[in-house]
Each structure stands twice: as structure tokens, then as C-alpha cells.
Antibody, heavy 121, light 113 residues
């Protein structure tokens, strides 16, 4: 059974940093791309970043380019999102999701439960 | 960027009746080399994370009831719930994964009339 468990969310001041983790189990982690999607309170879904199964290809949304970095450790079956220079508009639930293939352009196949990030002074 | 639009914003349907949601992309999301539409439908029930219903515009995910179906190609897509059940109350999103950023539609809220 696929399981995705996000952690690392919390309250952070504007300009601060946070690193989210997503622990994966139930599948061969290194053979699937992974993605982060966020949802601001009461709003719709916003795609953030995607990384290939090997980790050698990544893409980011313009809204986070230069501030957020997606990465993965295939030896630990864990996906990360390093978030720097956080802004109030980054406040959201952050979901990690498994993609259905090893390349970034495959569709999302399974969603995690999400972790809440609040950026406020 | 590819802009995804959905219509209607919300709809209320009687139990057992059909619900139809439309999704339109500002650019073609049909990849000619494999003849696949890079379009996914997601369902998000209140207080829950999203769940994938349909990939490649018309392929139901494992375990998804067959009352859910997807159709369309190119730039125009439809999600149909053939016989609405109480547990289908949710917001439904379309998403393209043809080109980055992999944009979502604004969502369509489905309620019981």
C-alpha cells in the first residue's frame, strides 16, 4: 500500500526558512517522479515543483523559482522541499504526491495527507 | 503557461441524476507522438486531501466507481458522474501535465440538490 507522510510544517516568520519532508513507502521510490502541490486556505490547488525518479530533472512554478528547492534522497525514500525567503502568500497546506512514472510529465497517481505551513509574524 | 478553465463554478444535482463538469485548456494538451491527452481529474472532499479519479483524460484510476467517466481531447474535456451519490459531494479539479507549470483549473463544487 502506498503511503506518503509529510512533515516539517509549522509557523514561520516572513523571510524565514522551512524544510518539508515526505516519507514514502509501499513502492519502489526511486522509480517514480514526485511532486509538491499546495493549497492556500479556502483556495484551489497550485502546482509547486516536480522531480524525476533519479533526481536529475526538476521544474518549479515561477512563484517559487529561486526560493524553493525540491530534492530527494532515494536511499531514505524521502522527498524534500526546502523553502527559503518565505512570504505570507506561501501560507498553505503542502501536499506531496506520487507521479505514475519516473519522468516528470507523467500524471499524479497518489496524494499525501498534507502539512500546513503558516507564514506570519 | 497553459490556463485551465472549468465550468460551471458550482452545480447542485439531485441524487441519482447526472452531473457534468467541463474543463478547457488554453493550449492543446494532446501529445501527438503517443496520442495521449495529458489531463487529470482530481476529487477533493471536504477536509480531505485530493484523490485522483481519471488520468490521460479518460482512464479511471483503480478503485474509482464506474459512474465517473472522462472524455474529450485537445483542449476540451468533460467529467461526467452518471448517477450522483451522496459521497460524491466534493470539489473537482482538472489539471494538465503537458507543459510546466502543470496548472490546475479553479475547481467545480458539486452539491446535492
Amino acid at each position: 500500500e502506498v503511503q506518503l507522510l509529510e512533515s516539517g510544517g509549522g509557523l514561520v516568520q516572513p523571510g524565514g526558512s522551512l524544510r518539508l519532508s515526505c516519507a514514502a513507502s509501499g513502492f519502489i521510490f526511486s522509480t517514480y517522479a514526485m511532486t509538491w502541490v499546495r493549497q492556500a486556505p479556502g483556495k484551489g490547488l497550485e502546482w509547486v515543483s516536480v522531480i524525476s525518479g533519479s533526481g536529475d530533472t526538476t521544474y518549479n512554478a515561477d512563484s517559487v523559482q529561486g526560493r524553493f528547492t525540491i530534492s530527494r534522497d532515494n536511499s531514505k525514500n524521502t522527498l524534500y522541499l526546502q523553502m527559503n525567503s518565505l512570504r505570507a502568500e506561501d501560507t498553505a497546506i503542502y501536499y506531496c504526491a506520487k507521479v505514475s512514472g519516473d519522468a516528470c510529465y507523467y500524471p499524479i497517481h497518489y496524494w499525501g495527507q498534507g502539512t500546513l505551513v503558516t507564514v506570519s509574524s | 503557461d497553459i490556463v485551465m478553465t472549468q465550468s460551471p463554478d458550482s452545480l447542485a444535482v439531485s441524487l441519482g441524476e447526472r452531473a457534468t463538469i467541463n474543463c478547457k485548456s488554453s493550449q492543446n494538451v494532446l501529445y501527438s507522438s503517443n496520442n495521449k491527452n495529458y489531463l487529470t481529474w482530481h476529487q477533493q472532499k471536504p477536509g480531505q486531501p485530493p484523490k485522483v479519479l481519471i488520468n490521460w483524460a479518460s482512464t479511471r484510476e483503480s478503485g474509482v466507481p464506474d459512474r465517473f467517466s472522462g472524455s474529450g481531447s485537445g483542449t476540451d474535456f468533460t467529467l461526467t458522474i452518471s448517477s450522483l451519490q451522496a459521497e460524491d459531494v466534493a470539489v473537482y479539479y482538472c489539471q494538465q501535465h503537458y507543459s510546466t507549470p502543470f496548472t490546475f483549473g479553479p475547481g467545480t463544487k458539486v452539491d446535492i440538490k
